[in-house]
């Protein structure tokens, strides 16, 4: 029994992990794509 709490604790862990770097990385692409935003209208304004 306290096997499977282990593992239903490591299992948990990994889930929060998982969800967390899918979280920064989805930051990550988002500013990624807003920079690339500025520079396209900083580029219109110097034309």
């Known amino acids: 029994m306290i096997k499977i709490c282990r593992r239903i604790e ?5 889930i929060v992990m998982i969800v967390v770097l899918v979280i920064w990385i989805g930051i990550f692409l988002y500013l990624l ?15």
């Open 10 to 14: 490591m299992n948990a862990n990994f």
């Open 33 to 47: 794509g807003l920079d690339n935003k500025l520079k396209r209208i900083e580029k219109k304004d110097e034309s």
